[in-house]
């Protein structure tokens, strides 16, 4: 298996292209911006299952999957909230649930939210900026403890062994993301 | 609102989002989230190291025709067509339960099928995966809540009135998490009978007062 490029990123560009090309498909079922997300998601979503115990057919036929539901459910990405990896990220997550544990998944309610207003552009690039400094510092962690956070992710370690703090830098997006909440909260009204 | 002052911890929101909760913590994890916005943008940036994860989880070939066969499965979905009617997320309509609690319930508190479990203390078991188990509880004010002692895992979400036990008040959206061995005594506030849902994955010890009748329901 192919090991993803660790060349060195601007900060957030990818993710605001990515961001970009799922705002086209969700605004204009655009094929091409979908084919290119499919070209970047999909192999990565079939590793990811693996890493999660998926055969290689089942692991393709569930990325296709969740590329599938990438397009369906297009209208309900917030690029305010998630960049697109976060976001295919609880789309695989949702499926391999359903595929090895088959088990019910409670979600949170949902915020309704709607295309318009829309987060305003330099809310989107800072969450992309957060998202790549989580990232570089994923990266950077310890060989060690970052093998551990992969093995969570990957649906390997259960809640009592997750006993430990990551040490990532969550403080910073997660402020990014309660004051998108707000808005949120504040347009409902 | 009140104030909610006690939150999901850092490895039950991994957890959460790592997808590797038991169905029965998920509830209870999910319905404190639909109360509370601090660990909702907690668990987006949680979400947000899994989408780390995934960028660099490598990349598995896929087949010469992946593209082609998902825009088929796309193109052969009944979902397809159903694109428009962004805002159909209704607010919730009053009512105590949140959405994910209610799901499960079948409605809100006036749908729950309540059982006695002792010294005027009813329960309602909720069905889920048998690896953990989750159920309300409505403990009449003042009273102790029963069958406490456990030895895995506790979550309790109060809804409705408050408890108290030997480290703090726990009020509406409050969550307490409670690690195995931990011996704690909650006790319903004077005043107001107190509802909370209360998740464990230890085997739950099932007391006699429990009606038979009730035992094939529970799928124990």
């Known amino acids: 298996m192919a090991v993803a490029s660790k060349a060195p990123r601007r900060s957030g560009e990818d993710d605001l292209q990515w961001t970009a090309l799922l705002l086209r498909v969700r605004d204009h079922q655009d094929r091409e911006a979908f084919a290119r997300l499919f070209r970047h998601f999909a192999p990565r979503v079939k590793a990811f299952l693996m890493k999660s115990g998926a055969s290689p057919s089942l692991a393709e036929d569930c990325a296709q999957d969740v590329m599938a539901t990438v397009w369906q459910k297009a209208h309900l990405f917030d690029p305010g909230r998630a960049s697109v990896a976060t976001w295919v990220f609880t789309i695989a997550r949702n499926r391999r649930i359903d595929l090895l544990r088959k088990d019910r998944r409670a979600e949170p309610e949902d915020l309704p939210w709607g295309p318009e207003p829309e987060p305003d552009q330099a809310e989107v690039m800072e969450l992309a900026q957060d998202t790549e400094r989580l990232r570089a510092a994923l990266q950077q962690l310890p060989e060690k403890q970052r093998l551990l956070v992969e093995r969570a992710y990957f649906g390997d370690l259960s809640h009592s062994e997750i006993a430990t703090e990551t040490g990532l830098p969550l403080g910073t997006i997660k402020s990014r993301i309660r004051l998108a909440l707000e808005r949120l909260r504040h347009e409902m009204k | ?220």
Not at chain 2, 119 to 139: D, E, F, M, P
Request: charged letters at 20%; aromatic letters at 6%; hydrophobic letters at 40%.
């Open chain 2, 1 to 220: 609102m009140h104030t909610i002052a006690h939150h999901l911890t850092d490895p039950i929101l991994t957890a959460y989002a790592a997808g590797t909760l038991p169905e029965a913590f998920n509830l209870v994890v999910a319905t404190h989230l639909s109360l509370c916005d601090e660990c909702r943008s907690q668990l987006a940036a949680h979400e947000a190291v899994g989408g780390a994860v995934l960028e660099d989880a490598g990349e598995a070939v896929m087949s010469d025709d992946a593209l082609d066969a998902c825009f088929a499965r796309i193109a052969s979905s009944p979902d397809a067509l159903i694109r428009v009617g962004h805002n159909h997320h209704a607010k919730r309509k009053g009512g105590l339960f949140p959405e994910p609690l209610r799901d499960y319930v079948g409605g809100d508190l006036d749908a729950v099928n309540w059982r006695p479990a002792g010294l005027g203390v009813r329960q309602a078991i909720l069905s889920t995966s048998k690896n953990a188990s989750v159920r309300l509880l409505y403990i009449p004010a003042g009273a102790e809540v029963p069958d406490h002692g456990h030895n895995g895992t506790e979550m309790t979400l109060v809804l409705k009135g408050a408890f108290r036990d030997e480290f703090a008040r726990f009020g509406a959206g409050d969550i307490e998490i409670c690690d195995p061995n931990v011996e704690h005594t909650p006790v319903a506030e004077p005043g107001e009978d107190c509802i909370c849902l209360a998740a464990t994955d230890a085997p739950l010890k099932f007391s006699g007062l429990l009606p038979k009748i009730a035992q094939p329901f529970l799928r124990i």
